[in-house]
Protein backbone atom coordinates (compact mmCIF):
# COMPACT_ATOMS: atom_id res chain seq x y z
CA UNK A 1 0.00 0.00 0.00
CA UNK A 2 3.26 2.38 0.90
CA UNK A 3 4.58 2.06 -2.50
CA UNK A 4 1.07 2.60 -4.01
CA UNK A 5 0.45 5.93 -2.48
CA UNK A 6 3.90 7.27 -2.71
CA UNK A 7 3.58 6.32 -7.04
CA UNK A 8 0.48 7.70 -7.16
CA UNK A 9 1.32 10.90 -5.34
CA UNK A 10 3.77 11.54 -7.25
CA UNK A 11 2.46 11.59 -10.60
CA UNK A 12 -0.51 13.72 -9.42
CA UNK A 13 1.99 16.35 -8.24
CA UNK A 14 4.20 15.88 -11.12
CA UNK A 15 0.84 16.28 -13.20
CA UNK A 16 0.02 19.31 -11.56
CA UNK A 17 3.21 20.90 -11.85
CA UNK A 18 3.58 20.04 -15.71
CA UNK A 19 -0.16 20.98 -16.47
CA UNK A 20 -0.14 24.29 -14.98
CA UNK A 21 3.73 25.40 -16.30
CA UNK A 22 2.29 24.11 -19.76
CA UNK A 23 -1.08 25.76 -19.92
CA UNK A 24 0.11 29.12 -18.58
CA UNK A 25 2.41 29.00 -21.19
CA UNK A 26 -0.17 28.05 -24.06
CA UNK A 27 -3.27 30.75 -22.41
CA UNK A 28 -1.24 33.44 -20.92
CA UNK A 29 2.30 33.76 -22.56
CA UNK A 30 1.27 36.47 -25.23
CA UNK A 31 0.44 39.15 -22.38
CA UNK A 32 3.05 38.15 -20.16
CA UNK A 33 5.27 38.44 -23.40
CA UNK A 34 3.68 42.27 -24.33
CA UNK A 35 4.40 43.70 -20.81
CA UNK A 36 7.84 42.39 -20.95
CA UNK A 37 8.71 43.76 -24.51
CA UNK A 38 7.52 47.33 -23.09
CA UNK A 39 9.59 47.44 -20.29
CA UNK A 40 12.57 45.89 -22.45
CA UNK A 41 11.84 48.70 -24.65
CA UNK A 42 11.89 51.74 -22.02
CA UNK A 43 14.83 50.51 -20.36
CA UNK A 44 16.52 50.77 -23.76
CA UNK A 45 15.21 54.18 -24.79
CA UNK A 46 16.25 55.07 -21.25
CA UNK A 47 20.18 54.19 -22.05
CA UNK A 48 19.92 56.75 -25.30
CA UNK A 49 19.88 60.60 -23.95
CA UNK A 50 18.40 61.61 -27.18
CA UNK A 51 15.37 59.79 -27.69
CA UNK A 52 12.09 61.50 -26.02
CA UNK A 53 10.38 58.57 -23.92
CA UNK A 54 7.29 60.46 -23.23
CA UNK A 55 6.63 60.26 -27.67
CA UNK A 56 7.44 56.35 -27.16
CA UNK A 57 4.78 55.67 -24.95
CA UNK A 58 2.62 57.68 -26.63
CA UNK A 59 3.70 55.73 -29.63
CA UNK A 60 3.39 52.39 -27.88
CA UNK A 61 -0.34 53.81 -26.47
CA UNK A 62 0.57 53.51 -23.45
CA UNK A 63 -0.49 56.20 -20.72
CA UNK A 64 2.59 58.24 -19.36
CA UNK A 65 2.13 61.09 -16.56
CA UNK A 66 5.18 63.35 -16.05
CA UNK A 67 4.80 64.19 -12.65
CA UNK A 68 6.98 66.48 -10.28
CA UNK A 69 9.93 64.17 -8.05
CA UNK A 70 8.48 65.09 -4.83
CA UNK A 71 5.29 64.21 -5.58
CA UNK A 72 6.10 60.75 -4.78
CA UNK A 73 7.33 59.12 -1.38
CA UNK A 74 10.37 57.43 -2.96
CA UNK A 75 12.59 55.42 -0.31
CA UNK A 76 16.47 55.89 -0.16
CA UNK A 77 17.04 53.08 -2.56
CA UNK A 78 14.88 53.75 -5.00
CA UNK A 79 15.46 57.87 -5.25
CA UNK A 80 18.84 56.88 -5.59
CA UNK A 81 18.80 54.22 -8.34
CA UNK A 82 16.06 56.92 -9.61
CA UNK A 83 18.45 60.67 -9.89
CA UNK A 84 21.32 57.58 -11.30
CA UNK A 85 19.30 57.11 -14.10
CA UNK A 86 17.64 53.70 -13.77
CA UNK A 87 14.32 52.67 -14.57
CA UNK A 88 12.06 51.69 -11.43
CA UNK A 89 9.13 49.56 -11.92
CA UNK A 90 6.76 49.52 -9.09
CA UNK A 91 3.54 47.24 -8.93
CA UNK A 92 0.40 49.23 -7.20
CA UNK A 93 -2.30 46.60 -6.42
CA UNK A 94 -5.03 48.85 -8.19
CA UNK A 95 -3.17 50.74 -10.65
CA UNK A 96 -1.35 47.24 -11.84
CA UNK A 97 3.30 47.99 -12.73
CA UNK A 98 4.54 51.34 -13.44
CA UNK A 99 7.77 52.29 -14.50
CA UNK A 100 9.45 55.10 -13.82
CA UNK A 101 12.11 57.12 -15.46
CA UNK A 102 13.82 60.79 -14.92
CA UNK A 103 13.61 62.94 -17.25
CA UNK A 104 14.58 66.74 -15.97
CA UNK A 105 15.98 67.80 -13.08
CA UNK A 106 12.98 67.63 -10.84
CA UNK A 107 10.49 65.83 -13.20
CA UNK A 108 9.79 61.90 -13.82
CA UNK A 109 7.65 60.18 -16.46
CA UNK A 110 4.84 57.53 -15.04
CA UNK A 111 4.59 54.90 -17.32
CA UNK A 112 1.67 52.52 -16.62
CA UNK A 113 2.12 48.65 -18.25
CA UNK A 114 -0.38 47.28 -20.48
CA UNK A 115 -2.64 45.47 -17.71
CA UNK A 116 -2.91 41.39 -17.73
CA UNK A 117 -6.35 40.81 -19.01
CA UNK A 118 -8.10 37.13 -18.49
CA UNK A 119 -11.97 37.15 -19.62
CA UNK A 120 -13.80 35.04 -17.87
CA UNK A 121 -14.75 33.04 -20.92
CA UNK A 122 -10.56 32.49 -21.02
CA UNK A 123 -10.52 31.21 -17.41
CA UNK A 124 -13.24 28.84 -18.13
CA UNK A 125 -11.68 27.29 -20.76
CA UNK A 126 -8.49 26.89 -19.17
CA UNK A 127 -10.47 25.14 -16.44
CA UNK A 128 -11.66 22.84 -18.69
CA UNK A 129 -8.84 21.75 -20.42
CA UNK A 130 -6.58 21.46 -16.80
CA UNK A 131 -9.09 19.10 -15.45
CA UNK A 132 -9.82 16.83 -18.71
CA UNK A 133 -6.01 16.85 -18.94
CA UNK A 134 -5.76 15.81 -15.39
CA UNK A 135 -8.20 13.40 -15.43
CA UNK A 136 -7.02 11.42 -18.76
CA UNK A 137 -3.49 11.27 -17.26
CA UNK A 138 -4.16 9.92 -13.46
CA UNK A 139 -6.75 7.41 -16.11
CA UNK A 140 -3.50 6.57 -18.31
CA UNK A 141 -1.80 5.79 -14.57
CA UNK A 142 -4.78 4.00 -13.54
CA UNK A 143 -4.99 1.99 -16.98
CA UNK A 144 -2.01 -0.47 -15.80
CA UNK A 145 -3.73 -0.93 -12.03
CA UNK A 146 -7.15 -1.82 -13.87
CA UNK A 147 -5.88 -4.44 -15.99
CA UNK A 148 -4.45 -6.22 -13.38
CA UNK A 149 -7.14 -5.83 -11.13
CA UNK A 150 -9.56 -7.13 -13.64
CA UNK A 151 -7.57 -10.25 -14.72
CA UNK A 152 -7.18 -10.78 -10.78
CA UNK A 153 -10.99 -10.64 -10.20
CA UNK A 154 -11.33 -13.02 -13.48
CA UNK A 155 -9.21 -15.79 -12.06
CA UNK A 156 -10.56 -15.36 -8.51
CA UNK A 157 -14.16 -15.93 -9.90
CA UNK A 158 -13.47 -18.57 -11.76
CA UNK A 159 -13.19 -21.67 -10.13
CA UNK A 160 -12.29 -25.00 -11.54
CA UNK A 161 -14.43 -27.92 -11.80
CA UNK A 162 -12.08 -29.66 -9.34
CA UNK A 163 -12.82 -26.73 -7.25
CA UNK A 164 -9.36 -24.64 -6.72
CA UNK A 165 -8.86 -21.45 -8.45
CA UNK A 166 -6.44 -20.68 -11.39
CA UNK A 167 -3.29 -19.37 -11.01
CA UNK A 168 -2.87 -15.71 -12.07
CA UNK A 169 0.19 -13.97 -14.09
CA UNK A 170 0.48 -10.87 -12.48
CA UNK A 171 3.76 -9.28 -13.31
CA UNK A 172 6.11 -9.17 -10.45
CA UNK A 173 6.66 -4.98 -11.04
CA UNK A 174 2.59 -4.41 -10.85
CA UNK A 175 1.39 -2.13 -8.44
CA UNK A 176 -0.65 -5.25 -6.95
CA UNK A 177 1.87 -7.84 -7.26
CA UNK A 178 2.03 -8.79 -3.43
CA UNK A 179 -1.77 -9.09 -3.26
CA UNK A 180 -1.38 -11.49 -6.64
CA UNK A 181 1.01 -13.61 -5.27
CA UNK A 182 -0.81 -13.59 -1.72
CA UNK A 183 -3.54 -15.38 -3.61
CA UNK A 184 -1.27 -17.87 -5.46
CA UNK A 185 0.03 -19.12 -2.09
CA UNK A 186 -3.68 -19.11 -0.97
CA UNK A 187 -4.65 -20.81 -3.93
CA UNK A 188 -1.46 -23.47 -3.23
CA UNK A 189 -2.34 -24.32 0.06
CA UNK A 190 -6.14 -24.65 -1.12
CA UNK A 191 -5.19 -27.32 -3.87
CA UNK A 192 -3.31 -29.31 -1.06
CA UNK A 193 -6.14 -28.92 1.36
CA UNK A 194 -8.43 -30.62 -1.04
CA UNK A 195 -5.57 -32.89 -2.24
CA UNK A 196 -5.41 -34.29 1.68
CA UNK A 197 -9.21 -34.21 2.25
CA UNK A 198 -9.83 -36.46 -1.11
CA UNK A 199 -6.88 -38.79 -0.14
CA UNK A 200 -8.38 -39.00 3.70
CA UNK A 201 -12.04 -39.66 2.29
CA UNK A 202 -10.27 -42.14 -0.17
CA UNK A 203 -8.23 -43.85 2.63
CA UNK A 204 -11.57 -44.08 5.19
CA UNK A 205 -13.25 -45.45 2.17
CA UNK A 206 -10.99 -48.22 1.17
CA UNK A 207 -10.23 -49.15 4.89
CA UNK A 208 -13.79 -49.36 5.54
CA UNK A 209 -14.28 -52.25 3.06
CA UNK A 210 -12.22 -54.76 5.16
CA UNK A 211 -13.79 -54.90 8.43
CA UNK A 212 -17.67 -54.29 5.92
CA UNK A 213 -16.44 -57.52 4.54
CA UNK A 214 -15.81 -59.88 7.56
CA UNK A 215 -18.87 -58.50 9.24
CA UNK A 216 -20.48 -59.32 6.05
CA UNK A 217 -19.01 -63.27 5.88
CA UNK A 218 -19.83 -63.62 10.08
CA UNK A 219 -23.63 -62.56 9.13
CA UNK A 220 -23.41 -64.94 5.81
CA UNK A 221 -22.96 -67.98 8.86
CA UNK A 222 -25.80 -67.34 10.62
CA UNK A 223 -29.08 -68.76 10.99
CA UNK A 224 -31.28 -67.17 7.75
CA UNK A 225 -34.07 -66.23 10.38
CA UNK A 226 -35.42 -62.58 9.23
CA UNK A 227 -36.98 -61.88 12.29
CA UNK A 228 -33.63 -62.34 13.96
CA UNK A 229 -31.29 -59.54 15.09
CA UNK A 230 -29.16 -60.54 12.41
CA UNK A 231 -31.56 -59.27 9.70
CA UNK A 232 -31.23 -56.05 11.06
CA UNK A 233 -27.74 -55.82 10.93
CA UNK A 234 -27.51 -57.55 7.56
CA UNK A 235 -29.58 -54.52 6.28
CA UNK A 236 -26.66 -51.60 8.16
CA UNK A 237 -24.27 -53.56 6.70
CA UNK A 238 -25.67 -53.11 3.18
CA UNK A 239 -26.39 -49.57 4.01
CA UNK A 240 -22.98 -48.75 5.16
CA UNK A 241 -21.09 -50.99 2.26
CA UNK A 242 -23.64 -48.13 -0.08
CA UNK A 243 -22.40 -45.28 1.49
CA UNK A 244 -18.89 -46.32 1.17
CA UNK A 245 -19.09 -47.37 -2.69
CA UNK A 246 -21.11 -43.86 -3.08
CA UNK A 247 -18.02 -42.34 -1.52
CA UNK A 248 -15.16 -43.70 -3.19
CA UNK A 249 -17.07 -43.36 -6.52
CA UNK A 250 -17.77 -39.46 -5.96
CA UNK A 251 -13.86 -39.23 -4.96
CA UNK A 252 -13.04 -40.95 -8.35
CA UNK A 253 -15.04 -38.46 -9.93
CA UNK A 254 -13.39 -35.35 -8.19
CA UNK A 255 -9.82 -35.32 -8.77
CA UNK A 256 -10.07 -33.57 -12.06
CA UNK A 257 -12.07 -33.17 -15.45
CA UNK A 258 -11.07 -36.87 -17.15
CA UNK A 259 -10.15 -37.05 -20.90
CA UNK A 260 -13.70 -37.87 -22.35
CA UNK A 261 -13.64 -40.81 -25.01
CA UNK A 262 -16.54 -39.15 -26.85
CA UNK A 263 -18.51 -41.03 -29.29
CA UNK A 264 -22.12 -41.36 -30.89
CA UNK A 265 -24.40 -42.54 -28.35
CA UNK A 266 -27.99 -43.32 -29.48
CA UNK A 267 -29.54 -41.78 -26.35
CA UNK A 268 -32.98 -43.62 -26.17
CA UNK A 269 -31.38 -47.09 -26.94
CA UNK A 270 -29.04 -46.65 -23.81
CA UNK A 271 -31.92 -45.68 -21.64
CA UNK A 272 -33.87 -48.92 -22.78
CA UNK A 273 -30.59 -51.00 -21.75
CA UNK A 274 -30.09 -49.49 -18.40
CA UNK A 275 -34.20 -50.01 -17.76
CA UNK A 276 -33.58 -53.23 -18.80
CA UNK A 277 -30.35 -53.72 -16.67
CA UNK A 278 -31.88 -52.46 -13.69
CA UNK A 279 -35.59 -54.06 -13.72
CA UNK A 280 -34.68 -57.16 -11.09
CA UNK A 281 -32.95 -54.13 -8.89
CA UNK A 282 -34.17 -51.50 -8.23
CA UNK A 283 -36.95 -50.86 -10.99
CA UNK A 284 -39.51 -54.07 -9.99
CA UNK A 285 -43.01 -53.03 -9.10
CA UNK A 286 -42.51 -50.21 -10.88
CA UNK A 287 -43.77 -48.92 -14.32
CA UNK A 288 -41.06 -48.06 -16.05
CA UNK A 289 -41.68 -46.26 -19.96
CA UNK A 290 -38.55 -44.81 -22.26
CA UNK A 291 -40.55 -42.53 -25.05
CA UNK A 292 -39.11 -39.31 -27.06
CA UNK A 293 -36.91 -38.70 -30.06
CA UNK A 294 -34.55 -41.28 -31.23
CA UNK A 295 -31.32 -39.16 -31.18
CA UNK A 296 -27.85 -39.22 -31.29
CA UNK A 297 -25.69 -37.44 -29.04
CA UNK A 298 -22.18 -37.25 -29.11
CA UNK A 299 -20.91 -37.74 -25.27
CA UNK A 300 -18.65 -40.10 -23.34
CA UNK A 301 -21.26 -43.25 -22.95
CA UNK A 302 -19.69 -44.44 -19.48
CA UNK A 303 -20.47 -41.37 -17.92
CA UNK A 304 -23.72 -40.21 -19.13
CA UNK A 305 -25.01 -43.84 -18.45
CA UNK A 306 -23.64 -43.72 -15.16
CA UNK A 307 -25.33 -40.08 -14.79
CA UNK A 308 -28.87 -41.35 -16.12
CA UNK A 309 -28.45 -44.31 -14.01
CA UNK A 310 -28.17 -42.69 -10.96
CA UNK A 311 -31.24 -40.52 -11.88
CA UNK A 312 -33.06 -43.35 -12.50
CA UNK A 313 -31.56 -45.11 -8.95
CA UNK A 314 -33.45 -42.22 -7.14
CA UNK A 315 -36.16 -41.89 -8.94
CA UNK A 316 -36.81 -45.44 -8.56
CA UNK A 317 -36.59 -45.05 -4.26
CA UNK A 318 -39.37 -42.25 -4.16
CA UNK A 319 -42.19 -43.21 -7.03
CA UNK A 320 -44.96 -44.59 -6.22
CA UNK A 321 -45.95 -46.30 -9.18
CA UNK A 322 -44.44 -44.68 -12.28
CA UNK A 323 -41.24 -43.96 -13.62
CA UNK A 324 -41.15 -42.10 -17.44
CA UNK A 325 -37.73 -41.07 -19.39
CA UNK A 326 -38.45 -38.28 -22.20
CA UNK A 327 -36.07 -37.64 -24.53
CA UNK A 328 -36.42 -34.12 -26.38
CA UNK A 329 -34.36 -32.27 -29.30
CA UNK A 330 -35.47 -28.79 -28.69
CA UNK A 331 -33.57 -26.33 -30.71
CA UNK A 332 -29.98 -26.28 -29.87
CA UNK A 333 -29.97 -29.17 -26.92
CA UNK A 334 -31.15 -32.39 -26.36
CA UNK A 335 -33.04 -33.11 -23.15
CA UNK A 336 -33.55 -35.73 -21.26
CA UNK A 337 -36.53 -35.73 -18.84
CA UNK A 338 -37.09 -38.55 -16.36
CA UNK A 339 -40.17 -38.05 -13.61
CA UNK A 340 -42.00 -40.32 -11.28
CA UNK A 341 -44.99 -39.85 -9.28
CA UNK A 342 -43.20 -39.54 -5.54
CA UNK A 343 -43.57 -36.21 -3.13
CA UNK A 344 -41.52 -34.32 -5.71
CA UNK A 345 -38.92 -31.91 -4.58
CA UNK A 346 -39.57 -28.96 -2.68
CA UNK A 347 -38.67 -25.22 -4.70
CA UNK A 348 -36.77 -24.15 -1.08
CA UNK A 349 -34.23 -27.19 -1.66
CA UNK A 350 -33.69 -27.79 -5.97
CA UNK A 351 -30.97 -26.52 -5.90
CA UNK A 352 -29.41 -28.10 -2.71
CA UNK A 353 -30.31 -31.04 -3.88
CA UNK A 354 -27.19 -31.53 -6.25
CA UNK A 355 -24.87 -30.77 -3.32
CA UNK A 356 -22.42 -33.62 -1.61
CA UNK A 357 -24.21 -35.19 1.11
CA UNK A 358 -27.10 -33.18 0.99
CA UNK A 359 -30.37 -35.04 1.85
CA UNK A 360 -33.82 -33.48 2.60
CA UNK A 361 -34.91 -34.41 6.30
CA UNK A 362 -38.14 -36.56 5.05
CA UNK A 363 -35.43 -38.44 3.12
CA UNK A 364 -33.41 -39.43 5.83
CA UNK A 365 -34.91 -42.90 6.56
CA UNK A 366 -33.50 -46.83 5.63
CA UNK A 367 -36.64 -47.59 3.43
CA UNK A 368 -34.63 -44.64 1.02
CA UNK A 369 -31.24 -45.15 1.51
CA UNK A 370 -28.84 -43.44 -0.28
CA UNK A 371 -25.91 -40.89 1.14
CA UNK A 372 -26.73 -38.20 -1.04
CA UNK A 373 -23.82 -38.77 -3.44
CA UNK A 374 -25.88 -39.79 -6.39
CA UNK A 375 -27.22 -36.34 -7.52
CA UNK A 376 -23.38 -34.63 -7.08
CA UNK A 377 -22.00 -36.95 -9.47
CA UNK A 378 -24.82 -36.48 -11.85
CA UNK A 379 -24.50 -32.49 -11.60
CA UNK A 380 -20.25 -33.15 -11.75
CA UNK A 381 -20.45 -35.69 -14.72
CA UNK A 382 -23.18 -32.92 -16.67
CA UNK A 383 -20.65 -30.20 -15.83
CA UNK A 384 -17.72 -31.71 -18.25
CA UNK A 385 -20.07 -32.28 -21.16
CA UNK A 386 -20.85 -28.78 -20.67
CA UNK A 387 -24.62 -29.03 -19.93
CA UNK A 388 -27.14 -28.16 -17.22
CA UNK A 389 -29.29 -30.52 -14.94
CA UNK A 390 -32.15 -28.88 -12.29
CA UNK A 391 -35.31 -30.38 -10.86
CA UNK A 392 -38.72 -29.08 -11.21
CA UNK A 393 -42.30 -29.97 -10.47
CA UNK A 394 -43.29 -33.11 -12.81
CA UNK A 395 -47.19 -33.57 -13.95
CA UNK A 396 -47.09 -37.05 -12.11
CA UNK A 397 -46.79 -35.62 -9.26
CA UNK A 398 -43.37 -35.97 -8.29
CA UNK A 399 -40.06 -34.81 -9.47
CA UNK A 400 -38.95 -33.88 -12.96
CA UNK A 401 -35.21 -34.29 -13.47
CA UNK A 402 -33.75 -32.50 -16.47
CA UNK A 403 -30.15 -33.39 -18.08
CA UNK A 404 -29.80 -30.59 -20.81
CA UNK A 405 -26.81 -30.93 -23.01
CA UNK A 406 -25.58 -28.38 -24.99
CA UNK A 407 -25.81 -28.22 -29.11
CA UNK A 408 -21.45 -28.88 -29.26
CA UNK A 409 -22.56 -32.50 -28.11
CA UNK A 410 -25.33 -33.23 -30.72
CA UNK A 411 -25.51 -34.76 -34.10
CA UNK A 412 -27.81 -34.99 -36.95
CA UNK A 413 -31.36 -37.52 -36.04
CA UNK A 414 -30.81 -40.49 -35.84
CA UNK A 415 -32.62 -42.12 -39.26
CA UNK A 416 -34.21 -45.84 -39.63
CA UNK A 417 -34.71 -47.37 -42.93
Excluded at 91 to 111: F, N, R
Excluded at 134 to 161: N, Y
Aim: proline fraction near 3%; charge should be neutral; glycine fraction near 4%.
Amino acid sequence: MARLFISLYVFITLALIGLSTGLDRIFFSNQELSANAVYSTVIQAANQQNLDIAILAKNLKLKAVEKQLEDIAWSVSDRNNLLAGQVLSLVDPVLGEQLYVKTAKQMVLEISLPAVQQSSTQFFIYSIVFFLSLGGAIALWIWPLWRDLSSLQKTVSSVLPDGTIAENHISKHSLIAPIAQAINSMRSQINELIQAQRELSGAVAHEFRTPLARLKFALAMQADDPKAPWAEMHKDVNELELLVQEMLDYSSTGAHIPELSLSEIPIKELCQQLVQRLSLSHLQNLQVSVQGDDVNILADEHFIERAVANLLINGARYAKHTLTINIKKHNDTILINIEDDGEGVAESIREKIFSPFYRPDESRNRTKGGAGLGLAIVKRIVDWHQGKCYVKQSKLGGAHFVIQLPNRFMTIEKTRP
